[in-house]
């Protein structure tokens, strides 16, 4: 792991220094249409949850997982011959985990791929902006890979505002084109006797089409407010297959669950600015599905400046969902059920998420390293109340 993130480490810092070295060129022509380097972000966190309620087992065992994530984002632009400003994102990322929950879909605890792999997963975006009419358009791919999952996703995206610019419309369409190699429970592989649907080794489809739709406003120069409506659909293969579901009858079948899931979110945020050093920035959300599940989210966070080069920001969130019409614990299916599931993750439930960050941005840059614009440090704990917790901590390098 250590590898990994010095490797995007050194690749990150030539990256930077040979833009740097690109910019300050002598002037030529056109100079202005040149490749300018913007910014680099490096992201690195750690990952940690446990809790008793694994689907892979039945809705009891171990939740134990550990990640380790690192994201490094490299943004340049340019302005083409009509004025317009292009600009470049490109986006990759390296997660490095072990689950003992996914480790027990296998006879040994450590044999099979599932116990660690790597997931591998870049993102590319071109944005085209007419500053002055105050409106852009753009398109973003992406793919993602681990041992059995392959995803490849676009998207397109438009916004406009307005004159005065304090009203602007946001609009993103995006979609995602998986495929799952499905893996069973080990026990149940020999006679496919696993239940109705994909068996062991079939290659699934699961296709998800989203869209965003959102309106910003500034109503005051301290008061700001959105409003979004992020409708998804999915098809495909929604089950998990390897999670194992047991029924009254002690019949041990595969998670089996419809191959179509509509979503509706719909949320707002309320940013309010207490004079030069405090921020309050709060979320709310409300959420429905075709599977039962109806969910609200609440969250403020807090942005308090130090001085003008740090900021601290505490946050919290509170989240509470219904279950889902599929879901039953351990033991508490019945047979003739169409559908089932014991992945808590689908049950009713509710969830605290706290903690804080701090941030540091000297004009001559962090520790002196001029290149280095900021230093984002954050902690979160969150906790659910059917047992499961976890903690994540991160730092944000921006060049």
Do not use: C
Not at 114 to 140: C, H, T
Not at 169 to 188: C, G, H, M, R, S
Not at 251 to 276: S, V
């Amino acid at each position: 792991m250590k590898y990994i993130s010095l490797t995007i480490v050194a690749l990150y810092l030539g990256i930077v220094a040979s833009f740097a070295q690109v910019i300050n060129k002598d002037s030529v022509p056109y100079e202005k249409r040149k490749l300018k380097f913007e910014q680099a972000d490096l992201v690195n966190s750690y990952y940690h949850q446990d809790g008793n309620n694994s689907a892979v087992t039945g809705g009891l065992g171990t939740e134990k997982l550990t990640d380790f994530s690192n994201t490094f984002d490299l943004r340049l632009s340019r302005y083409g011959k009509t004025g317009l400003k292009h600009t470049y994102n490109f986006e990759l990322g390296v997660d490095t985990y072990t689950s003992a929950s996914s480790a027990n879909i296998e006879i040994s605890a450590t044999s099979g791929p599932s116990y660690s792999d790597i997931r591998v997963y870049p993102s590319l975006s071109w944005d085209i902006a007419n500053e002055q009419k105050g409106r852009s358009f753009g398109f973003d791919v992406s793919a993602s890979g681990e041992f059995d999952y392959t995803s490849f996703g676009g998207g397109l995206h438009y916004s406009k505002s307005s004159k005065n610019k304090n009203t602007d419309v946001d609009i993103k369409l995006k979609a995602f084109f998986d495929t799952w190699k499905v893996i069973l429970p080990y026990e149940l592989r020999p006679d496919n006797n696993s239940g109705p649907g994909y068996q062991q080794n079939d290659r699934a489809p699961r296709n998800s089409f989203s869209g965003s739709f959102s309106l910003s406003q500034i109503f005051t120069k301290n008061f700001q407010a959105m409003l979004m409506i992020e409708p998804a659909f999915q098809q495909g293969l929604l089950a998990t297959r390897y999670q194992r579901v047991y029924f009254t009858s002690n019949a041990e079948l595969a998670e089996f669950l419809p191959d179509n899931r509509l979503k509706l979110p719909i949320g707002a945020r309320l940013n309010y600015f207490l004079g030069d050093n405090l921020v309050f920035r709060s979320f709310f959300r409300y959420y429905s599905d075709n599977w039962g599940i109806k969910s609200e989210t609440a969250e403020l966070e807090t942005s308090i400046k130090l001085n003008p080069f740090s900021s601290i920001s505490p946050f919290y969130r509170y989240y509470q969902q219904t279950s889902a019409d599929y879901f039953a614990a351990y033991g508490q299916h019945k047979i003739n059920e169409e559908f089932y599931t014991s992945d808590y993750d689908l049950s009713k439930f509710h969830s605290n998420f706290y903690g804080a960050g701090i941030r540091f941005a000297p004009p001559t840059g962090v520790l002196g390293i001029n290149k280095l614009k900021m230093i984002e440090l954050r902690y979160g704990h969150y906790n659910r109340s059917n047992g499961l917790n976890s903690n994540i901590v991160s730092m944000n390098l921006r060049f």
